[in-house]
């Protein structure tokens, strides 16, 4: 499956952003669908991820103020961001994998497809 990050941009602190996930090729209805990210200098980390049932999981991090969704029928997923702040300043990426479970949900190496990063930015 092809993916395509969007959405990515700059941002003040506090603001907001939505990164959109879109797939083509093949579905992703069956496949947790995840979103990592990557600042500069730093290791590839798990921001969040979505199974097909629509189970979330988010790294401590992010969570309370990210929400991942997904539409099956327009094989989107998005990462809506709320209360930014200058440390989520990373390009982001999404990926999916079939043979993800909950074990490995936050493991980069489980995920089989993946995107070009989208660039955030949040100045302070």
């Known amino acids: 499956v092809q993916l395509q990050a969007s959405g990515g941009g700059l941002v003040q602190a506090g603001g907001s952003l939505r990164l959109s996930c879109a797939a083509s090729?093949?579905?992703?209805?069956?496949?947790?669908v995840g979103w990592f990210r990557q600042a500069p200098g730093k290791e590839r980390e798990f921001v969040a991820t979505?199974?097909?049932?629509?189970?979330?999981y988010y790294a401590d991090s992010v969570k309370d103020r990210f929400t991942i969704s997904r539409d099956n029928a327009k094989n989107t997923v998005y990462l809506h961001m709320n209360s930014l702040k200058p440390e989520d300043t990373a390009v982001y990426s999404c990926?999916?994998?079939?043979?993800?479970?909950?074990?490995?949900?936050?493991?980069?190496?489980?995920?089989?497809?993946w995107g070009q990063g989208t660039l955030v930015t949040v100045s302070s």
């Open positions: 990926a999916a994998g079939r043979s993800v479970i909950q074990s490995t949900a936050a493991s980069a190496s489980a995920y089989n497809d």
């Open positions: 090729g093949r579905t992703f209805s069956s496949r947790f």
């Open positions: 979505i199974k097909w049932t629509g189970h979330t």
